[in-house]
């Protein structure tokens, strides 16, 4: 059986599900909350260690601006109301990407980090104006005037997920079957599901069939 320490998800969706269901696609994101909440509590529950979600894309800028507007909101609200609880359930919270939004936010998300950083039941790394080719790039420029050469393990420790596993598998939702610039250096042996449903839909036990049809795959990593 294999161990689980990371999942990583691109939670896509949301959108379709707002229009679908509500006549709006920022409800969707709203709705999307549910199941985010549902990840975190079952992860904790399986002892999973890291989760990795897909929240905005150095690509999502391209929304308009009220879509935009209402997720950072979300977010920031959510935060303001929740930070209390994750930490007392020793959850730490770790942005990847860079912190350029309203001074609220940055504010929320630094003390959010501040506050959680020595707990260690579970790691959300929060990918927030993330791309992975700028992770990438980052993470070479870093290493670019240090003496000898480039190593896989320089590379990973000049990544936004230095000291993170890389992820076990990938989850995406929302029947399309693509990476969308994420976690392109860390996913090059993950497992990837990709799930019909979209985020809102993704219950419990789509979750843990998942977990547990993960748990029995062969993995090689290129042998026989
Ligand atoms: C992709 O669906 C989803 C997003 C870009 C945002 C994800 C945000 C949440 C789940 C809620 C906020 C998160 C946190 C952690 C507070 P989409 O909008 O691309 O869906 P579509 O493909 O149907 O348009």
């Known amino acids: ?31 999307g909350l549910k199941t985010v909440e549902m990840i975190i509590k079952e992860s904790i529950k399986k002892k999973i260690k890291f989760i990795t979600l897909y929240a905005f894309s150095t690509e999502n800028w391209k929304r308009p601006s009220t879509e935009k507007k209402f ?20 959850i730490k919270l770790k942005i990847i990407g ?28 929060l990918a927030l104006n993330y791309g992975s080719k700028t ?20 590379i990973d420790q000049s990544l936004y997920t230095n000291n993170v596993p890389d992820p076990d598998f990938l989850i995406r939702t929302g029947n399309t079957a693509r990476l969308s610039n994420f976690l392109l250096w860390q996913l090059a042996y993950s497992e990837i599901f ?15 069939r998942i977990i547990n049809k993960f748990k029995k795959i062969k993995r090689n990593f290129g042998n026989v």
Do not use: C
């Open 135 to 154: 992770e990438i790039i980052s993470a070479l420029n870093k290493l670019k005037n240090t003496k000898g050469k480039i190593t896989e393990k320089k």
């Open 194 to 208: 990709f799930e019909k449903k979209l985020w809102p839909d993704f219950n419990k036990n789509d979750y843990l």
């Open 71 to 90: 997720l950072f909101n979300l977010l920031e609200v959510y935060l303001k109301e929740r930070l209390d609880q994750l930490n007392k359930n020793k």
């Open 1 to 31: 059986m294999n161990p689980v320490q990371h999942v990583a998800v691109i939670m896509d969706g949301n959108g379709r599900w707002g229009l679908k269901n509500k006549k709006s696609r920022n409800l969707g994101h709203k709705a």
């Open 98 to 125: 860079k912190k350029v939004f309203s001074k609220n936010l940055n504010s929320i998300l630094n003390k959010a980090e501040r506050i959680t950083n020595n707990n260690d039941k579970l790691q959300i790394n």
